[in-house]
């Protein structure tokens, strides 16, 4: 995807079991955020079937400890609000380092506001 793109409408469930869909976020900026948590399975619990995984061809080979394995990318898509046409794509930030990476986002956020 790249920005402008129009992001196609998914549905997962939250931290709490309730079903979320990007089109429920249609008014405001949405940040999604693939985020494989170290060692454990965590980055497929709102993505079980792992289908926006595939969509966004997030399974990548990654190096753990000298061995070449398969896991998620960590990646954070910033999508825009509905503006009659559909939520597209602002930016996308590839190899997130999670060190500052919410500051980036939320600056980058408020600069897109003033635009």
């Known amino acids: ?3 402008g793109d129009i992001v196609e409408n998914f ?5 709490d079991g309730k079903d ?4 429920d976020f249609k008014d ?4 999604l955020f693939f985020y494989p948590r ?5 980055c497929t619990i709102a993505d079980p079937d792992m289908v926006l995984i595939n969509r966004y061809d997030l399974i990548k080979p990654k ?10 990318k960590r990646t954070t898509y910033l999508i825009g609000p509905d503006t009659g046409k559909g939520q ?4 996308t930030f590839e190899e997130v380092k999670p060190e500052g990476h919410a500051e980036e986002v939320l600056a980058l956020l ?6």
């Open 38 to 42: 170290a060692d454990t399975p965590g």
């Open 20 to 23: 979320v869909s990007l089109s």
């Open 11 to 15: 549905t997962l469930q939250n931290q």
């Open 1 to 3: 995807m790249n920005p």
């Open 110 to 115: 408020k600069a897109n506001q003033k635009a």
């Open 28 to 31: 405001s900026p949405v940040v």
């Open 63 to 72: 190096n753990m400890y000298g061995k070449l394995v398969k896991g998620v």
């Open 88 to 91: 597209r794509l602002i930016h």
